[in-house]
């Protein structure tokens, strides 16, 4: 009986994750698309297109739509090069 009402309430109310990286060469626009996504879809406000530096390293953006959580993983541009 127990794992009847866990798994309905497992199902009513667990969200699905989802991890998308963001890739693209240097200045290619990836950290202003995770914060043009984050002001759209959140109640944070990104940061400004004036106040955006470059990336060193890697950004984590996450966002709830519509009972999933989109985990964006913005990597940056010369991040590439040590992976390739």
């Known amino acids: 009986m127990f794992s009847l ?9 667990s969200k699905t994750e ?3 990286p963001i890739l693209g060469i240097d200045k290619a626009g990836k ?3 995770l914060e043009k996504l984050k002001s759209v ?12 530096v470059p990336t060193v390293g890697l950004n984590i953006g996450r966002i709830e739509v519509a009972n ?3 985990v964006f993983w913005d990597l940056g ?3 590439l090069h ?3």
């Open 5 to 13: 009402f866990y798994g309905l309430w497992k199902y009513m109310f």
């Open 18 to 20: 989802l991890h998308l």
């Open 31 to 33: 950290t202003t698309l």
């Open 41 to 52: 879809y959140s109640n944070l406000e990104g940061l400004p297109p004036n106040r955006i």
């Open 68 to 70: 999933t959580k989109l």
């Open 77 to 79: 541009g010369q991040v």
């Open 82 to 84: 040590l992976i390739l």
